[in-house]
């Protein structure tokens, strides 16, 4: 089954892949529909296109409060690799998910380690500073989000 997350439900999301956008993408990816997928399997995350957006679904383990951060944020950064190479037409996947040369070097250009896997170029990996700098971003604006709405931060943010 797959459940689209509404940012009020799990806002670190939104506010990951915004802070990684921001810096390490120079804003270049488009807010894709996050989802849960229960019946994704292996890596945590999967990414997908259809003519009218993108779509970043999670598999149930890495979305549950009790999983390590530091899974969220690999599963959103690598994710955004893969959305960054379809926006900018870069061939990232072969069939069965297979990752390509292009995906490595998008991958180590937009702030994290990259190593030949199972399949493919698929072993991403945090950078520690990189990493650091996320994390301190996101805290900071998940920490600005208690107790308001997140319609209140943005047009705060707006006006
Ligand atoms: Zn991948």
Known sequence: MKTIIQMREHPAIYVLHDTINTLFFGDALELPTFYRDDEAE???ACFFRDDEADFVGFNADVLKPSAPFDDLVHCVWHEAVHQFCQQQGIRHAGKNGYHLAGFRD??????????????GWEATELIPENRDRVVEITRIVLDGLKGRSWEEIIHETLD
């Open 106 to 119: 998008a991958a180590r250009a937009h702030g994290l380690l990259c190593e030949k896997g199972a399949n």
């Open 42 to 44: 292996g890596f945590a």
